[in-house]
């Protein structure tokens, strides 16, 4: 064993870890920096953005306020977009002219300090979102400067702006009130759609959970279909008017085409169906030749099919096509209507292979119920347009066409 003694610990001094001490936030301080670095630079954006790069500035800490500075050219007093104490600058994007040459060098600018810093992203979308709920305190001219911005940065793709970000601040009910939210987006359409098309525009509408709301931008004195196609007309954005009327088209047609359905599976008595039918044409202002499109889809949507066995499946549709003739009847009521619904017939049985073989007993039944004319068959079996299995058809027709016409000479 050996005789050393052990290491003790006396008369050491243990240092104890010092804790960190935070630094007290200075915002007017780099505030003043940042507006110093415009300044030296007369508002050359790229020297600008040069020298922020080169600094020592605490982005991390005042992301936020550097965002101010560009937008307003200072500090702005909290909750407001009034002025802050400290010296300011004259080439924020609220100081330039509402012109997208003048502006678009702030979107190039701020897309440049994103890339070497994307953590001010966050940053970024935060003083939107404070400037956009704060619309009603700019002047018009200084709106429209943001509705410009918020385009190109858009059309621009610039980072930390998601759609939900710019649209759903708007809709603070004192903005939308007064009007200001409509000038604004309005603004906005106008200057996206000069760089990009109306589907991109309805994307971004669709990400930012507006598509089906645009009416909510209006206020109440003129949130109806009539309110928007006038304003949108007046303002030259008629490719916006002609998709939201196709929008409401296309509602109100699945809201018919929903009510029918319900209807037919319940077996309503046929009279029933067709007045309710009528109204909807007459309230919404259908086209014939949609409703008739959309009587043969729910008719047959509502066979029950049975699988493999055809004759079953030929008996359960020429039964509920004999079951709602009269319901076809009422609204196949001109030659050109009657041809339409022979190209449906024609396109599910093209389409179905269970009823490829039924297309000529079909036709046989509609014009035994007096759906369908003689004349219309005959001039769909000679001149039909549409190429869709019309060579299998008109020879599976040919015997009732042959019959018709026999019996037409007889006559």
């Given amino acids: 064993m050996s005789s050393k003694e052990k290491p003790t610990l006396g008369g050491t001094r243990i240092k104890t870890r010092k804790r960190n001490i935070a630094a007290p936030l200075d915002p007017a301080a780099f505030a003043d920096a940042v507006v110093q670095i415009y300044l030296d630079n007369a508002g050359d954006l790229e020297l600008v953005a040069k020298n922020l790069e080169s600094s020592d500035l605490n982005f991390s800490r005042y992301g936020d306020t550097f965002f101010e500075v560009v937008f307003t050219g200072g500090r702005t007093q909290p909750g407001t977009i009034k002025p802050d104490e400290g010296e300011r600058h004259p080439y924020s994007v609220i100081e330039c002219e509402a012109k997208r040459e003048a502006i678009l060098p702030s979107v190039i600018y701020i897309q440049k300090i994103l890339r070497r810093r994307p953590f001010l992203i966050k940053n970024l979308e935060n003083v939107m979102q404070r400037l956009l709920q704060s619309l009603e305190l700019f002047e018009d001219n200084e709106r429209k400067k943001l509705a410009i911005f918020t385009a190109l940065a858009f059309s621009q793709k610039l980072s930390g702006l998601p759609p939900e970000t710019v ?4 809709l603070k009910d004192n903005l939308v009130v007064k009007g200001l939210v409509l000038s604004f987006i309005t603004d906005f359409f106008k200057e996206y759609l000069v760089d990009n098309s109306l589907d991109d525009l309805i994307s971004i509408l669709k990400r930012g959970k507006m598509e089906d709301n645009l009416l909510d931008f ?11 196609s006038e304003h949108f007309t007046k ?3 008629v490719p ?3 998709y939201n009327e196709k929008k409401i088209f296309e509602v109100k047609l699945k809201e018919m085409k929903s009510a029918l359905t319900t209807q037919i599976a319940e077996e309503s008595d046929i009279s029933e169906v067709i007045e309710n039918v ?17 009587l043969w889809d729910v008719i047959m949507d509502a066979v029950q099919w049975s699988g493999k066995n055809q004759q079953q499946n030929a008996n359960s549709a020429l039964r509920q096509v004999k079951t709602w003739a009269k319901l076809l009847n009422s609204f196949c009521s001109s030659g050109k209507l009657e041809l339409e619904l022979m190209y449906k017939v024609q396109m599910q049985c093209y389409e179905d292979a269970k009823l490829m073989k039924l297309f000529p007993e079909i036709v046989k039944s509609l014009y035994d119920q007096d759906v369908l004319a003689e004349d219309t068959i005959l001039y769909w079996f000679r001149k039909g347009l549409n190429p869709k299995g019309r060579q299998t058809f ?16 007889e006559e």
């Fill in 167 to 170: 649209f759903q601040p708007l």
């Fill in 218 to 228: 209006f206020p109440s004195a003129k949130r109806s279909p009539e309110g928007f």
């Fill in 235 to 237: 303002e030259g954005l």
């Fill in 240 to 242: 916006l008017v002609e």
């Fill in 278 to 294: 009528k109204q909807r044409v007459k309230d919404a202002k259908l086209p014939d030749i949609e409703v008739v499109r959309i």
């Fill in 394 to 409: 008109v020879k599976a027709l040919e015997p009732f066409v042959n019959w018709l016409e026999e019996a037409e000479e």
